[in-house]
């Protein structure tokens, strides 16, 4: 037994309560409602639990996540840049766009391999399928802002040549 422990045998038991049984209060002579008066010693609740592993769900949300973020990121510098004439915005802005295409079809094809599998609900394979159906619209209008700007750069070149 370590010596370290303040309570010897208090870990050995989880299922024993750790503070005294009291009496509910009740509010106001309601029978309805019920507390307990909490003063100097707080309850102790040790609760063990088991649940089935869902972390998959978490991995989409969290690659959606890192998509949106590096984009903001990259648009705020544009924007900066931007604001300060620089002749370099064009170029960043055409990076974030492209880096943007390039996550988003690395997520899509993610996506299509994932709603294949077996161990998804409906709900998971459904939410998905509209992820994936949103970022390809999304793709789509990028690449077509992108063009947008490939075009009128090279317009002014052929108006300046």
């Avoid at 370290?4 to 503070?19: A, H, M, R, V």
């Avoid at 394979?125 to 994936?132: D, I």
């Amino acid at each position: 037994m370590d010596t370290q422990d303040p309570k010897p045998g208090l870990w050995q038991s989880p299922c024993q309560s750790t503070t005294p049984p009291e009496k509910p209060h009740l509010i106001g002579g309601n029978r309805h409602y019920n507390y307990l008066p909490i003063h100097q010693q707080k309850p102790c609740v040790h609760v063990m639990s088991c649940w089935e592993d869902r972390t998959y769900r978490l991995h989409s949300s969290n690659l959606l996540e890192n998509i949106a973020v590096m984009f903001e990121e990259g648009v705020a510098k544009a924007d900066e840049l931007n604001k300060l004439s620089d002749p370099g915005t064009e170029a960043v802005t055409r990076r974030v766009f492209q880096e943007f295409i390039v996550d988003a079809r690395r997520f899509i094809a993610f996506a299509e391999g994932k709603v294949r599998m077996n161990h998804l609900t409906m709900l998971d394979k459904k939410r998905l399928t509209m992820c994936k159906q949103e970022l390809e619209s999304m793709v789509g209008k990028a690449e077509t802002i992108s063009e947008g700007k490939r075009k009128a750069r090279s317009m002014k070149g052929d108006v300046a040549g």
